[in-house]
């Protein structure tokens, strides 16, 4: 995904993160290195606790272009912004044995998600259910993360 300076045609470069606020909310700050002009991102309590839930680290590239770390981890190769939120899941998908079990009334559920964000939401989904010890994914378990995250 890119945002793009409608003026100057020019993707919007990533510059400023500010931690959640005292309501939850998260803002991003992007600017068109062209022209200058900025535009914010703000996100709601749920979407802040939903990207909290997974991991995801939404920082500015550093000096020399890469992507932010934690501390003691050294940056990525890659210098898109979001490339850690990948290299996180992946890792932390390796450090569970596997996925919990879908139930065919889940799995016909999930079908109802958008195309697009499917994979990211079955992600979500199985590692709410893994981290809160469901060993199996059915419509119950789908009902509390609707209700946790206000989908």
């Excluded at 022209?35 to 680290?57: F, H, K, Q």
Aim: overall charge negative.
């Amino acid at each position: 995904m890119k945002f793009l300076c409608v003026s100057c045609d020019e993707p919007m470069k990533l510059t400023r993160t500010a931690p959640p606020d005292a309501a939850g909310s998260l803002s991003v700050l992007f600017a068109c290195p062209a022209c200058g002009r900025e535009i914010a991102m703000l996100t709601n309590p749920m979407e802040t606790d939903m990207i909290s839930s997974l991991g995801v680290r939404i920082g500015p590239a550093s000096a020399d272009g890469a992507a932010p770390a934690a501390a003691g981890e050294p940056a990525p190769a890659s210098r898109c912004p979001f490339s850690g939120v990948v290299r996180e899941m992946e890792e932390s998908a390796a450090r569970q044995p596997s996925a919990p079990a879908w139930t065919p009334a889940a799995l016909a559920r999930l079908a109802n998600i958008p195309d697009f964000v499917r994979p990211m939401a079955k992600q979500g989904i199985e590692h709410y259910a893994a981290s809160s010890g469901y060993p199996e994914i059915d419509e119950r378990v789908l009902d509390e993360v609707r209700e946790r995250f206000g989908m």
